[in-house]
């Protein structure tokens, strides 16, 4: 079956950086467009980052700039670099594959001095 694993959250200070990984199963990852959302307290979940499967990337103004999107076809693995955080940041991150309803649980990244 199909599963979303994601990994590498914590909790980091205004400025820094995390890597995001989402291990993938279960379908055939070289073929499906990815993305990453995250949700934060209190809010509605929002588009971050998509990543085609001819490596071409989608980020959201909110995060243009600091934040990229890739993807390793031969470990099944996407990635989201997030760079200079900012407590705005603060939220739960989710992969899923494109236009479907496969989710991850998610990954908790807090930005907090």
Not at 37 to 49: D, S, T
Not at 63 to 84: E, H, M, P, W, Y
């Amino acid at each position: 079956q199909v599963q979303l694993v994601e990994s590498g959250g914590d909790l980091v200070q205004p400025g820094g950086s995390l890597r995001l990984s989402c291990a993938a199963s279960g379908f055939t990852f070289s073929s499906s467009a990815m993305r990453w959302y995250r949700q934060a307290p209190g809010k509605e979940r929002e588009f971050v980052a998509h990543i085609g499967t001819d490596g071409g990337t989608i980020v959201a103004d909110s995060v243009k700039g600091r934040f990229t999107i890739s993807r390793d076809n031969a470990k099944n693995t996407l990635f989201l670099q997030v760079n200079s955080l900012e407590p705005e940041d603060t939220a739960v991150y989710f992969c899923t594959i494109a236009r479907s309803s496969y989710w991850g649980r998610g990954t908790q990244v807090t930005v907090s001095s």
